[in-house]
Structures are given as structure tokens and as C-alpha cells.
């Protein structure tokens, strides 16, 4: 089998045909559907981009991996989609990012390079095109193409209306891949990482004009200021994550989203039609998810952070060959973590004994098996003190500042690092604006997340015991 990993920056699960949205045009996505199964309740454990990323590609919890930032380092111990491609007998090759910072323990001193930013590759990948956070390799491109275009990734993503398609940042990578694809020999493994939809929310080309703002939908809108936690007080006041405060403002941020989301479905349809045209369609497993959602202006907030579904509930797509069941939807509660055991079990390796996911093989089969009730995530917002607080001192300070999520069909349920927590009544209005009070269903909704913690509790090596005799999961660690 060839395997194709492709991950696209902040994509909510709504955003695309297949998912259910009436008008943004997503045939590359949609086909995987049909040729596949789409996980329909499929969610990122924790955001922005470094968290999510590790519980993508770690398969654990945030409260196992404590990635907690973008900054905060990648514990090097921990087996990855990488590691486990070589141990599939691949060379996994990366083109785009992997936000994943070096693990300091590593390095030979303070004057290493690699601890000036998070943007670092993931260990166990070799490197067909790395594209850092400055996207400095594609801004050269353009250069060179006769573009006047600043360095740096903002300014150049925010001037992508002004030029044509074919020079956009997905197209850019996506040429890269395809140059690399042409030269390989059968199982290969690449894990294609796009940036778009991500913000700014600029789309290339005629991309831009592809929706029209009047025809897009308005967002869920905040309740009042009353009745906000001080936490969503903060972010819908700070500019950052703010949503655009007017309805042309909103609209044409969401038709940007939408223009950016079809972009980057035609560079997929390129790259598909480039696997296809090779005869290796049919042997090639294709995974398509995301590090976290994008609010897209729901509860008055932009970007992604705080406890809201729309920053986690995110696009699921597996399309494996081998498995009949072509165009099925599951609605279990699926997770990013689910993602790594479930390709091991396709590759035919161990799955390591870190990973805090279930193979999702049942589901895929269409098997009733027993399966989680809730699906989880968590958010940190330490980053924002960490320069000026040290987590060593005694009153540890550092952790008043977290969360974590639990979502089930009628609550959801947010408990906060300081005691306190909320708890919304989906069954009766799944917008996440009328709070639950049935005690006896809240106590139900904390029972469950205290459950959920204490069975993921890191397990390195605890299920292993010394002895002449190897039991359990020892094979795994080989």
C-alpha cells in the first residue's frame, strides 16, 4: 500500500459538501467520501496547531503529551505517524510542516538554532519540501517569478486574491508533491500538509470572488455579556479572536473561508489525479483530518481557542481500498488520536503502548462494537504567561490556566483548571447558549470526564511488568 496523510489547517467538519454544506464546491473531498467513509463526529483534541498536532501525531491526550503551545517543546520519547511508518518498512516524507518543536533535551546547548522556534519537523520524517512558518521556500518562488512580495507569511498569504491560482501557497506544495510522487517506486508514504483554510482569510485567484458574501450564512451569534464566562469575555474583546463586529464584515470573512477550502480541494483533486494516473489509485490509503477547527465568526469569535465545538469538530475522511464499505458515514465519536492506531492496525505494526486512541478497524467494517460516549479535548492557555511566570515555583501557577471538554449527544460539558465549570443543554438547543440544570445530568457529564482521565493516564510502561516470563504489551516497545 501507498499511504497519503494529508492534514488541512483549521477545517471545521461543516465546511465542505460531503459534510453537509449546501453550496461550498468540495469535489476532491466529496469523492474520498464516496470511495470511502467519513467520520461525521470527528474532533481535534486540543488547539492551536502545535497541541493538535501532537495528539494527531502521537495518538495521546494533551494531558499525556503536554504540548500544551505553539512553543512548548515535542517530547522525543514519544512514537509518532512517522516512527511508525518506519517501523512499517517506509521512508515517510513530509511536504508542508509539522509544527512540532525540539525536545531540549536533545540539543547541545542554548545556542542551537532549533529552540528559537516551534516550526521543527517531526522526528522519524525525511523532507521532500519543508515549509516553515516564514514560508520562505514559496515567497522565493514567487520572486523569482518577477512578484513583488514581502517575506514573510502574512502579507504574502494576505495578497494570494491578487495573483492567479496557479501560484498560490497549496498549488506551490502540491507541485512539489507531485514532482516527488513521479519519481517513486510503489509504497511510498508522504504526508501532505497544507496550511489553507487557515487564516488570513485570503483566497487565491478567482477563488476569492468564488462565493458571494450575500449568499453565505450568518454565524451562531454570542449571548449577552452577562451571560458570557469571563473567558469568552476576554477573547470576544481582544482583537486577535474577535469576529468582525458587522455583517458585511462577517460575510466576507466566511466567503473567503470557503473560497480558501475550494483552492485547496483542487490541489487535492491535482494530486489525486496525479496518484490515478500513475495506475495507484487502488493501492493507496488516503487519510484526510485537521489540527483543530476555525470559530468562523460562531459565539462572536474568530481563529480557534476557548471551549466552543467549532474550534475542534473537525473533517475526517478515511479511504482505504482494501475496506468494502464505500460512501458509509460513522457517527460515533471519533478523535484525532484514533488516527495513529488505526493506521498501524493498516500497516500491520504494534500500535505503541502511548497511544491513548482506539483503532477505529470496527467502524470502518461497520461493526457494532462498544466505543466511546463522548468525544474530548482540552486548551491551554498558559502560553500567554509563560514569559513572565515560572511554572517551577511552588504555587505552580501555570496550571489555573486550562480546560477540558467533554461532548455528548445532549450535554456538553467544560471543566476549568480553577474548580469551576459549565455545562450546556445540547438535547434542548445544540448552539451551546442555554446552560443545563439537571443536576443529576451534570453530575453524569463530570462522572464521565473523571472516567476519561483516569483511564488515559500514561501508560509507558505500566502495563508491563518484570519478570522471566515477557507478558502484555512488550512487543510493542521492540
Known amino acids: 500500500m501507498n499511504v497519503l496523510f494529508i492534514t488541512l489547517d483549521q477545517f471545521r467538519s461543516d465546511s465542505f459538501a460531503a459534510g453537509g454544506h449546501p453550496f461550498v464546491q468540495t469535489p476532491a473531498l466529496d469523492r474520498l467520501a464516496r470511495e470511502g467513509v467519513r467520520l461525521g ?10 497541541p493538535g498536532r501532537a495528539a494527531l501525531y502521537t495518538g495521546t491526550y494533551q494531558m499525556n503529551n503536554r504540548v500544551v503551545s505553539n512553543g512548548t517543546p515535542h517530547p522525543a520519547h ?9 517501523r512499517a518498512g517506509y521512508d515517510p516524507t513530509l511536504f508542508g510542516y509539522t509544527d512540532q518543536g525540539v525536545d531540549p533535551r536533545l540539543v547541545s ?18 523532507v521532500g519540501c ?63 500538509s497544507f496550511l489553507r483554510p487557515h487564516p488570513p482569510y485570503a483566497a487565491a485567484g478567482t477563488f476569492s470572488t468564488m462565493y458571494d458574501p450575500a449568499d453565505v450564512s450568518m454565524p451562531i451569534s454570542a449571548v449577552e455579556p452577562a451571560q458570557r464566562h469571563s473567558l469568552h469575555e476576554i477573547f470576544i474583546n481582544f482583537e486577535a479572536s474577535a469576529a468582525p463586529t458587522t455583517e458585511a464584515g462577517l460575510r466576507t ?18 494530486v489525486f489525479e ?22 468562523l465568526g460562531d459565539h462572536g ?32 465519536y471519533t478523535e484525532n488520536v484514533d488516527l495513529l492506531p488505526t493506521l498501524c492496525e493498516a500497516l500491520g505494526v504494534d500500535v505503541p503502548a502511548s497511544c491513548d486512541g482506539r483503532t477505529l478497524g470496527a467502524l470502518l467494517d461497520g461493526e457494532d462494537v462498544e466505543w466511546r460516549n463522548a468525544a474530548h479535548y482540552e486548551w491551554d492557555l498558559r502560553f500567554a504567561f509563560i514569559p513572565y511566570v515560572s511554572s517551577l515555583s511552588g504555587d505552580r501557577p501555570l496550571e489555573n490556566y486550562n480546560l477540558a471538554v467533554s461532548v455528548q449527544r445532549d450535554t456538553a460539558y467544560v471543566q476549568f483548571s480553577d474548580g469551576t465549570y459549565l455545562c450546556f443543554d445540547t438535547a434542548l438547543d445544540p448552539t451551546w447558549r442555554t446552560a443545563c440544570t439537571d443536576d443529576a445530568r451534570i453530575f453524569e457529564a463530570a462522572r464521565e470526564m473523571l472516567v ?7 501508560r509507558d510502561l505500566t502495563d508491563l511488568l518484570l519478570t522471566k516470563k515477557r507478558p502484555g504489551r512488550w512487543p510493542a516497545l521492540v
Open 130 to 192: 519543508y515549509l516553515p512558518n516564514s514560508q520562505a521556500p514559496w515567497v522565493h518562488w514567487l520572486r523569482s517569478l518577477g512578484h513583488d512580495v514581502q517575506m514573510g507569511w502574512q502579507h504574502a498569504l494576505a495578497s494570494e486574491p491578487e495573483r492567479d491560482a496557479h501560484l498560490s501557497l497549496s498549488a506551490f506544495l502540491a507541485d512539489r508533491f507531485i514532482d516527488w510522487h513521479a519519481k517513486q517506486d510503489s509504497e511510498w508514504f508522504a504526508h501532505l
Open 78 to 86: 514519544f512514537e509518532n505517524v512517522a516512527t511508525v511508518a518506519r
Open 253 to 270: 470573512m466566511r466567503a473567503q473561508y470557503y473560497g480558501m477550502i475550494s483552492e485547496v480541494d483542487a490541489q487535492l483533486a491535482r
Open 301 to 332: 469569535l474568530k481563529e480557534k481557542e476557548g471551549f466552543f465545538p467549532q474550534s475542534y469538530h473537525i473533517v475526517g475522511l478515511w479511504r482505504d481500498p482494501r475496506r468494502p464499505r464505500a460512501g458509509t458515514v460513522v457517527e460515533r
Open 274 to 295: 496525479a496518484i490515478d494516473q500513475r495506475g495507484e489509485w487502488d493501492n493507496t490509503l488516503i487519510v484526510v483530518t485537521s489540527d483543530h477547527g476555525e470559530q
Open 452 to 458: 476519561w482521565r483516569q483511564q488515559h493516564m500514561n
Open 109 to 126: 546547548g542554548l545556542d542551537d538554532p532549533r529552540l528559537d522556534d516551534y516550526d521543527g519537523i517531526l522526528p522519524g520524517f525525511s
Open 41 to 50: 463526529s470527528h474532533y481535534s483534541q486540543a488547539a492551536p496547531c502545535s
